[in-house]
């Protein structure tokens, strides 16, 4: 069997140019690139499928089709050849909607190092088992949301998919009437400090909240703070994004000093020390 090689990325999803063989540790500071393929007919049923028993992880759980970016592909590349090798279906790039990207460095003592794209397709096809090119896969079939959730309840989900019961079943906000607008507020934890009870992790970012404005937790509202390199005691600049989160009470309002924008790898990368521990999605608008 050929050896399987990744591309290596830099927390703000740069391709460094270098690989690494699957099964080997990732070095500290580098990541991968994996894809969760969820496939939903116009019923509003999704594929779920189950793992083989020969399966090194979780044998028989089920779950969405998933896997590594190789090598030279991309991540929707990624996504429609795991499809065709689990299930035998051919997608298209057209059919799918990038979700959210979610950056997970190390959850519950266990290291991840990888950037996690969740796609979403739309078809109206059945899988076809038969026409897979792997036997990775020992059943599937389109189930509906109350399914899912008694295969997860039942112990038969693959856990680390629990994100599917808040990312896609959440309304879509909408900040129109908060991007752009110039904020000003207080910094209680600048750049370089460490967390109040987790002292292993510290902000790269200055971060603080806004006077006045109460936010989802009733606490004022929360910011990270781009454009220094220098901790802040206070700050003013302008809202260009929200990050929302799936699974908690809380949004975190991206703010600029300069007003200037800010890539989303930029933002999801320094904001990652903290937001991996939830489900979330960049917005901007």
Known sequence: METEKWDLYTIYRKNTGKEHIRGEELPDGYYHLVVHVWIRNSKGEYLISQRAANRPTFPLMWECVGGSVIKGESSIEGAIRETKEEVGINLLPGQGELLFSKIR????????????????????????????????????????????????????????????FCAFNTYKPDYKSIIGNIVKGNVDRPLGSCHPRHKKMVYPVNYGYVEGILAGDGAEQDVYIFGTDKPLDSFEGKVVAVFHRFNDVEDKWIVSLDGNDIPDEIILGDISFQEQFFYGKLYRE
């Open 105 to 164: 460095i190390e959850i519950d003592g266990k290291k991840f190092n990888d950037i996690m794209d969740v796609w979403l397709f739309n078809y109206d096809g059945e899988p076809a088992l038969k026409d897979a090119t792997t036997d990775e896969v020992a059943d599937c079939r389109f189930m509906k949301t109350d399914e899912i959730k008694e295969l997860y309840d039942s112990g038969k989900f693959v856990n680390t998919l629990d994100y599917f």
